[in-house]
């Protein structure tokens, strides 16, 4: 039995094949809609989201399968101080693949030691976001057919955003791919990734204007600056306007570049880039409910 | 000054930083242990001032020694046979160490599960470098300082 806690468990042949799997999904959804028949998936989400839940609801939904679950810590025993071990030994009994959600870091491995079912790890903390970061490869993947040789701009909150972490240690195992980080100076890209980045001798710079980098991009990852990660309201105030992605700023980009973001957004994209065709970001919620029916299917040993 | 008798078969901890022999001697689980020990704080040392010693009559083999890689690479470990000192152990960095270092981050699903173990994960060997197997979160404790008593 396999669980997913970080990106990393799969080997790059794997993600292939679950890439591939993902695609046939998106051309033939109906060969796959009874293949979870009498299959039901847990949705224990013990701090609320509403993408991440609901797309993993509707790819389970879409597979044929019924789904059961809560959405806050309040509405389960969680609230009552049972331990995350208890919880899903009794989830097990319940269903057969559970994805978690969890504020503290590292709970759904410890769900995992315990659990007789396979376990997805659907956040913890600023730890990890696994298939948000399967999302943003399969969306790669698709939208530019390959997962190698391109030149990646990463956006706005580098310090604290673990999707911007999470997706750079999956794209340093593919073969030239150039980063740019993008930030203000407060913000800036951990050193331990830099470090990682120069040990692995692969390019990137640090630069503050995202205008001077726009016409180098072949893919544009925004992210959001988030209030939660900042103790001083003065801060978040000064920096969530930093970057705001605008048509004047679209028109310096390639033809063929790519925007991205894990959203919501706020504000650091305008509403106007939406109907440009360079812009993905909604695309992207699409292959996260594709992925995400692609890894039930893998992790339950489902072949259709 | 204290004299302590020579052990037949067993091992010498030497060099302990004074004041750490005992949570040593916990680490080791000598308290579980059916043998003979002597535990000697703040000895003269003329390298170190004052060094606490670990005289324990005990299989060397039947303990786990590389926690003391973990918690003070300076320990000289003498295995003594017949009376005489016939090896000196070398320490090596565990892959794992349980309940050694307590992760200090407030976002580890350890700081409100209080019965789980507190794992780490040799992540650098070259830099010593242990991180929390759950939330990755780097070591900082400084070796020694503010380990889990056991």
């Keep these: ?304 | 000054m204290l004299n302590i008798g020579k052990i037949e078969e067993g091992f010498v901890l030497d060099h302990i930083k004074a004041g750490k022999s005992l949570s040593i001697y916990h680490h080791l689980q000598l308290d579980q242990k059916d043998c003979t020990v002597a535990i000697i704080k703040n000895a003269k040392s003329n390298k170190m001032g004052k060094k606490d010693i670990l005289k324990v009559e005990c299989d060397i083999s039947q303990l786990d020694m590389d926690v003391l890689a973990v918690i003070d690479h300076d320990i000289t470990i003498n295995v003594i046979q017949g009376g005489e000192i016939v090896a000196k152990q070398e320490l090596s960095l565990p892959k794992e160490v349980r309940d050694i270092y307590k992760c200090k981050n407030p976002r580890c699903i350890t700081s409100i599960e209080q019965e789980l173990p507190h794992i780490f994960c040799l992540s650098d060997e070259a830099k010593g470098l242990y991180r929390c197997k759950y939330c990755e979160e780097k070591c900082t404790d400084v070796i020694g300082d503010s380990f889990l008593f056991r």
Excluded at chain 1, 17 to 34: G, M, R, T, V
Excluded at chain 1, 165 to 188: C, G, K, M, T, V
Excluded at chain 1, 248 to 271: G, Q
């Design chain 1, 1 to 304: 039995m396999r669980h997913l806690m970080s990106p990393l468990d799969f080997t790059v042949e794997e993600l292939d094949k679950l890439f591939d799997l993902a695609n046939d999904i998106e051309k033939n959804p109906s060969k796959y809609a009874h293949s979870c028949d009498g299959k039901t998936l847990a949705t224990c989400f013990y701090e609320p989201s509403t993408r991440t839940r609901l797309s993993f609801e509707a790819a389970m939904i879409n597979l044929g399968g019924s789904v059961l679950g809560f959405s806050s810590a309040n509405a389960s025993s969680a609230a009552k101080g049972e331990s995350v071990s208890d919880t899903i030994r009794t989830i097990s009994c319940y269903s057969d693949i559970c994805a978690m959600r969890h504020p503290k870091e590292g709970a759904p491995m410890v769900a995992a030691a315990k659990s007789g079912i396979p376990v997805i790890n659907a956040g913890d903390g600023g730890h990890q976001h696994p298939t948000q970061t399967l999302t943003d490869l399969l969306t790669i993947r698709s939208l530019k057919g390959r997962l190698n040789n391109f030149t990646i701009g990463l956006c706005g909150d580098l310090k604290f955003g673990r999707t911007v972490h999470s997706l750079i240690n999956a794209l340093i195992r593919y073969d030239n791919i150039s980063f740019i980080f993008i930030s203000p100076e407060e913000l800036r890209i951990p050193d331990y990734i830099t470090e990682k980045l120069k040990e692995l001798n692969i390019p990137y710079e640090e630069v503050i204007r995202l205008e001077d980098v726009m016409p180098n991009l072949d893919l544009l990852y925004m992210t959001r600056v988030q209030r939660e990660r900042f103790f001083n309201e003065e801060d978040y105030i000064r920096l969530k306007d930093f970057y705001i992605l605008n048509k004047d700023k679209m028109a310096l980009a390639k033809d063929d570049m790519l925007v991205l973001h894990p959203l919501p957004r706020v504000n650091e994209i305008s509403v106007e880039v939406d109907d440009d065709p360079r812009a993905a970001y909604f695309r992207q919620v699409q292959y996260g409910v594709y992925v995400r029916m692609a890894l039930i299917l893998t992790l339950l040993e489902i072949e259709v």
